[in-house]
């Protein structure tokens, strides 16, 4: 993702999707005032802990390929990474790089593939440079040079290395690298996954290289305010809980979490008000039908993933037709299939949407009888904001799209959409946490906020 070299650390311009969220909401002001002043005086000590009590915290020299297999065996989007040079630290600075999620790894799968088309395009995988020979050029991602002015330089020295070595790279292969590898089957697969330098790339280089995760713990004593703020507002996706004077992560605050305590509020009066509201009386769905971003069946699965990239989102409706017409989803989450099953996606670089559904739906035992994967949670305009709640928590999903009669996409309701409907952050709350918050990431070294 580029970045311009003196963009600062800062989290993203926030007041205009909330600012609308609020306007459009049709409660009255003396409830959302005191829910607002309730949840300020919840301590975050009050929230759950994590299942068994553990946060799962992934090494920093873990690979790439393993840590992918813990996110998906334990059925999360990111955690923590632990940092292996810490030793004894005494805070968590010294203890966590920071945050590893399915956006720094859809990241690191484009651009490195793009790498490894290169290369294989050239005619060799060793002479073009991806073998352990060439750490000088290639071998540079694998010690965290993964960024988009370096993936540039590392395409030019694979095709470089590859004429030094008497081969003839294809004409303009280094302007078409997404492209060089459509018809290389295994062979490009195993270069992208087993040979250097994309077998070493580990959790730590990519962490370091995409900042797309925000390391920014609360103490115990905060409040559920600032969770719910930092959640919905603020766009962050999880929020470590911490002690203080204690380096180790207490507790690990996702959103899926809080609309599942959400839902558990069912029979208290104030919940069962809003729950009971429809859609459009809360300002949702945000977005017009025509500001959804969606892919086509016929759209490459890797242009979905790149897609969400690009747009800084977890997931896509797939569309048929020029009225949206809703067949499926693809997550950020999914890209998990494409690395750990390669006897299923050894051609992903040619692979479209629609094949991508039906190969997982003939091997995962949810799939419906249409051959896909679980068709994707679909609501009504006019439903309530409680059946909405129950759909999402029942499914662990991050998003429910809204149809009409003919199953058109005409909006998509997120987790963070439904946590901004019970809270309005009172004027310059955060501004002293954000501030102390954005001090800790100019320390790290911090690059950019994810805005998901």
Known sequence: MDRPDDENVKFPSCDAYFDTIQSKKKLPL????????????????????????????????????????????HNIRAAPVLNPESGAPADWKGRYLGIIDYSAIILW??????????????????VAGVGMGAVGAVGAAAFGATGPAAVAG?????????????????????????????????????????????????????????????????????SMLTVLLLLSKYRLRNVPVIEPDKPIIKNFITQTGVVKGLQQCRGRDWFDYISALPLSDLGLPFMSFDEVITVNGSDLILEAFKCMKDNKIGGVPV???????????????????????????????????????????STLPDSGNNGLVKPPLTCRP???????????????????????????????????????????EPPGYCDNYLASAMDKL?????DSVDKS
């Open 30 to 73: 003396s409830l959302q005032e005191s829910l607002t002043a309730a949840f300020a005086q919840i301590p975050v000590s009050s929230f759950p802990d994590v299942p068994n009590g553990r946060v799962i915290e992934i090494p920093g020299d873990t690979s790439i390929l393993d840590a992918v297999r813990i996110l998906s065996e």
């Open 382 to 424: 006019d439903a309530s904001l409680g059946s909405v709640i129950d759909s999402i928590a029942s499914r662990i999903t991050h998003r429910i799209y809204v149809v009409d009669g003919d199953f058109e996409v005409v909006g998509v309701v997120t987790l963070r959409d439904v946590i901004s409907c019970f809270i309005y």
């Open 154 to 222: 590392l395409t030019a020295a694979a095709v470089g290395a590859a004429i030094a070595g008497g081969l003839t790279a294809e004409k303009g292969v280094a302007k078409d690298g997404l492209t060089a590898a459509d018809h290389l089957g295994e062979d490009f697969y195993k270069v992208l996954l087993q040979q250097e330098p994309f077998r070493s790339t580990t959790v730590r280089s990519i962490v370091e290289s995409y900042r797309w995760s925000p390391f920014v713990p609360i103490t115990l004593d905060s």
């Open 442 to 446: 100019e320390d790290r070294g911090a």
């Open 109 to 126: 799968v484009l651009e490195n593939a793009e790498i490894a088309a290169v290369a294989l395009s050239a005619g060799s995988a060793t």
């Open 319 to 361: 569309v048929e037709g020029p009225n949206k017409k809703l067949v499926g989803s693809v997550s950020i989450r999914d890209i998990r299939f494409l690395l750990l099953r390669p006897d299923l996606f050894s051609n992903f670089r040619q692979l479209t949407v629609m094949e991508f559904m039906k190969t997982l739906g």
